[in-house]
């Protein structure tokens, strides 16, 4: 390294990230730098600009040039929007759990046991995300009446549904995990110990894999927290639903623009928190 | 030793898939049950028997033409979306695996790919639309597919990025660092390294982009809602129209339609996902 | 080894299962003693409105549907109900189509969300009334006969005029239907929904074909006229709220004239134009359903709707710039409010209907021509 570099001086890359690429030439570093600055650029631009208007408008007032805040503060007196954020919550802890409970095992055990079956298992996975949400639910729907015959369904039984829907992003996540730790030898030398499988999985395996399970929940709460058409044709109303049903009858075109900034702010905070708290747990386990 | 038990117990294996039995059962009741139905709902008359009469009306004109429409757009959004996609996802890949830059894109794809309906119809109108837009006031923003496609972009490269980004992770950086150290330039990389490397994850990846924007509602209906351009449109109207359109059967052949088309959709990506496994192993 | 796992997964979905709070079905209505107010056909039946009221407190709850707050002021109408008698009204999917509402009733038929009444268009009434119960509220003989069905199967609540509302601070005064083919209105134009989806748009299109002088048989004219339209690029196809006129969005609105007054409510130069020729008037119609899981309280809904006080439906929807159907019969024995029937806006002559068969002539037109003369 010391042949490519000056002495003393520290590229970017040596500071970020020394393993994969301390071998690149600076030349190509700089490059890459170039290549890497310039598309995040372009990205974030592209993405934020539309989110900027939307945030931009929901400080407009009446008059042209005239700014509030009303929009905002207004979001709090509708009663049955912070129910419907309560619910949606109380959803994403729900689907996820079941998710994880769902997948964790059986990618494992697949993994380990009964390769055959993982082509079988990714198409299934990926299935949802190609069958429209409205045919779905046309075929939902008549599972969902024959059981509000005999029980009644609160909003929190959507989360049958939402364990489909979110199972493309939970496996892509899950899967990418297993493939970077090496389930066999970990599994085999677990066994050999005398432990039981679901010590194997519960202990051995998913500790490993700390990461990917906290992609796949941080994934499937951003769909709960996103999903709309299920519940609205099921007639249940989730934050979504209750969003839309604002905006068609709210005066006041800000508010539509405040709820939806402030609930993909919060999305995207607890997301990103989310992948901090993994990370320190991960660091502390090596 | 004590305690060691034989790891695996040839009797016990014809039996181990069993274990995967709580997945399949809730994917067949929650999934397959409900498409199920509605592909045999769509082939079957009132009184239960078969009636493939239905499948003729999905080559009506009318029919063709909303078909037409959704294919355009899904193909357009999903290719552009495919592109920006991966070029970010590199991007991204070729950085700190723990650094704050991938942290933030994946935390901003998994909220945008979900971001979509009124909101994003919405944000992009207070952005470019014809009569209140604050960047410029876009002439084409409600002419198909121009308008939507732009839309349907904002959530598919995201969508791209975190489909594809677990690929591009998985082309090692030696292969790289190889290629240079033999002679070969950024170009001959591409070219006869990492592109063949990465095509079928791409390919596939877009394939998935196309079937997402297939299937996608909320966020055509709420960028227009007078005319039907798309099939997700066209059976909502067959399910709610309240002027004496509404009819079961039309929307269930809608859906078998699209049913088709992301059967086919699936089987090729499942092809092309094959290719795939072998290099990256 | 999958003992452990299997119980592990069935104890977390035993565990989601209570935790989402399913609880055992509260089932339906009829009162142990008394009267079946499932299948009574008036009050006077049923023991009087006193037997009514008691039996409507009972249940408790009100199940409606696709009542949006601010259509035909029923969100206030909503708020004087539950004021006036106690009992919870729930509202689903407040902006669903009258199609929703029998879609719901059919899939929730059984079950305590199951919706108890409806506000319907008139062909999704006429073409559905196997579910529905028959009921002649106490002021039935002030409904003009021509406006119910015979038995009480339902019986039409409200209507107005087809008109345009516009922002008269921005176009000036509109005083012909052409007026819109104009240059100033580029990306103005909007309807209420697809026509061949929502009542609201159907009739919109309906009126502009009378004004450029189609009939009420043929509709073709006002496909082309919307044809025109989009070609000059005025017409705007997202849908109109009182957010989006406010914004500026959609600043020309073909609707329902109590619908369009909501709409303009925060735009103080906001007018309503209805052309002299084409003066379309549309109702919509009550109905409760022959299931309802609350049937006292339906009928008591009903009975509110259609009362006279005050503070009755009747007043109320006048208020929300609707006509009450009983109008005629309140001017006559003066229980009208009249200060807000003088703010409806007044049509210089008689208004026109759609028959049914006219009105599905119109449907199968759209349905062939709509989206390729638009797109």
């Not at chain 1, 623009?257 to 702010?265: M, P």
């Not at chain 2, 084409?140 to 308008?147: H, K, S, V």
């Not at chain 3, 619908?259 to 119609?285: E, Q, R």
Request: charge should be positive.
């Amino acid at each position: 390294m010391a042949a490519v570099t000056p002495v003393g001086a520290v590229t970017p890359a040596e500071v970020e990230a020394p393993q994969p690429r301390g071998s690149m030439r600076s030349s190509r570093l700089r490059r890459l730098n170039l290549f890497r600055w310039t598309v995040f650029t372009l990205a974030t631009l592209f993405f934020l600009l539309p989110l900027f208007a939307m945030v931009r408008f929901s400080f407009v007032g009446t008059q042209p040039g005239e700014y509030t805040i009303s929009a905002w503060t207004q979001i709090a007196s509708y009663p049955g929007l912070l129910d419907a954020i309560r619910i949606t919550l109380e959803l994403a802890v729900i689907t996820v759990i079941v998710e994880l409970s769902l997948l964790v095992p059986t990618m494992i055990w697949v993994r380990l046991r009964v390769q055959w079956l993982s082509r079988t298992i990714e198409f299934l996975c990926l299935l949802p995300l190609t069958i429209p949400a409205i045919v779905l639910v046309v075929g939902l729907a008549p599972v969902y009446r024959s059981v509000r015959q005999h029980v009644s369904l609160s909003p929190l039984q959507l989360f049958w549904a939402y364990v489909i829907l979110a199972l493309p992003y939970a496996y892509r996540a899950l899967a990418a995990g297993l493939d970077a730790i090496d389930v066999r030898t970990l599994a085999e030398a677990a066994r050999s110990l005398g432990a039981s499988w679901f010590t194997v999985m519960v202990r051995v395996v998913a500790p490993n894999m700390w990461q990917a399970l906290l992609n796949a929940m941080l994934l499937t709460t951003a769909l709960v927290l996103g999903e709309f058409t299920i519940a609205s044709i099921l007639l249940y109303t989730n934050l979504q639903v209750a969003l839309y049903q604002i905006s068609r009858a709210t005066l006041d075109a800000g508010v539509l623009f405040s709820t939806s900034a402030a609930s993909l702010l919060f999305a995207f905070l607890l997301l990103l928190i989310l992948s901090y708290v993994g990370r320190q747990r991960g660091r502390e386990r090596r | 030793m004590a305690g060691v038990r034989p790891v695996r117990a040839g009797r016990r294996l014809p039996l181990a898939w069993t274990g995967t039995i709580p997945f399949f059962a809730y994917v067949g009741l929650f999934l397959l049950l409900p498409t199920g139905i509605v592909v045999w709902n769509s082939l079957t008359d009132a009184s239960g028997k078969l009636n493939l009469g239905s499948i003729k009306t999905l080559f009506d004109p009318a029919v063709r033409m909303y078909f037409v429409n959704s294919l355009e757009l899904s193909a357009i959004s999903a290719v552009v979306g495919a592109v920006f996609g991966a070029v970010i996802a590199y991007a991204v890949a070729s950085g700190n695996p723990d650094g704050l830059v991938r942290r933030l894109a994946t935390a901003g794809s998994g909220v945008l790919a979900q971001f979509g309906g009124v909101t994003l119809a919405f944000a992009f109108n207070a952005a470019i639309g014809p009569t209140s837009g604050f960047l410029t006031k876009a002439s084409w923003y409600y002419d198909f597919p121009q308008g939507i496609s732009l839309i349907y972009v904002y959530f598919q490269v995201p969508l791209m990025v975190l489909v594809f980004l677990p690929a591009v992770d998985g082309m090692k950086m030696q292969w790289r660092e190889a290629t240079e150290n033999l002679g070969g330039s950024t170009w001959h990389f591409w070219r006869h390294v990492g592109g063949p490397l990465l095509a079928p994850a791409f390919l596939g990846s877009t394939l998935l982009l196309f079937a997402n924007s297939l299937s996608a509602y909320a966020t055509v209906q709420a960028w227009e809602n007078q005319i039907a351009y798309v099939v997700p449109q066209q059976i909502s109207i067959a399910i709610t129209s309240e002027v004496g359109l509404a009819s079961a059967n039309e929307a269930q052949v809608l859906a078998l339609g699209m049913v088709i088309v992301v059967a086919v959709v699936m089987v090729s990506y499942t092809l092309l996902q094959r290719r795939t496994s072998r290099w990256l192993r | 080894m999958r003992a452990a796992r299997a119980k592990a997964l069935t104890g977390i979905v035993a565990l989601a299962l209570v935790v989402t709070g399913c609880s055992s079905s509260s089932g339906g209505s009829s009162s142990s003693s008394g009267t079946d107010w499932a299948t009574t056909t008036s009050a006077a039946a049923g023991g009087g409105m006193d037997a009514l009221v008691a039996a409507a407190k009972k249940e408790g709850t009100l199940n409606v549907i696709a009542l949006p707050p601010t259509w035909a002021n029923y969100g206030a109408i909503i708020s004087a109900f539950t004021a006036k008698y106690g009992i919870k009204v729930n509202s689903a999917n407040p902006n669903g189509s009258s199609q929703e509402e029998v879609n719901a009733v059919k899939q929730q038929a059984g079950t305590a969300a199951a919706p108890d009444v409806l506000d319907i268009g008139m062909s999704v009434a006429l073409a559905n009334t196997s579910l529905l119960a028959p009921y002649k509220v106490a002021t039935w003989n002030d409904i003009p006969s021509a406006q119910v069905e015979p038995t009480g199967l339902w019986f039409q609540d409200y209507g107005g005029y087809m008109a345009i509302g516009y922002d008269s601070a921005k176009f000036g005064t509109i005083s012909s239907i052409n007026d819109l083919m104009g240059s100033k209105f580029k990306n103005a134009i909007a309807l209420n929904g697809n026509p061949t989806q929502a009542n609201a748009a159907l009739n919109g299109v309906m009126m502009a074909n009378l004004a450029v002088g189609g009939t009420l048989d043929d509709i073709a004219k006002g496909v082309d006229f919307f044809h025109q339209l989009k070609q000059a690029g005025n017409f705007v196809p997202v849908q109109a709220t009182t957010a989006t006129v406010k914004a500026g969005t959609t600043p020309v609105v073909f609707d329902w004239d109590y619908l369009n007054a909501t709409h303009g409510a925060d735009v103080p130069s906001w007018k309503l134009f209805i052309p002299s020729n084409a003066i379309l008037g549309g109702y919509y119609a009550q109905a409760i359903n022959k299931q309802a899981p609350h049937p006292a309280a339906a009928r008591l809904w009903e009975e509110f709707l259609y009362s006279q006080d005050p503070q009755g439906g009747q007043n109320l929807w006048l208020q929300g710039g609707a006509r009450p159907v009983e109008m005629p019969a309140m001017i006559a024995n003066k229980s009208i409010d009249t200060a807000a029937a003088a703010k409806l806006p007044q049509a210089a002559g008689s208004a026109v209907f759609m028959s049914a068969d006219q009105a599905s002539a119109a449907s199968a037109y759209l349905a062939k021509n709509w989206a390729s003369a638009i797109k």
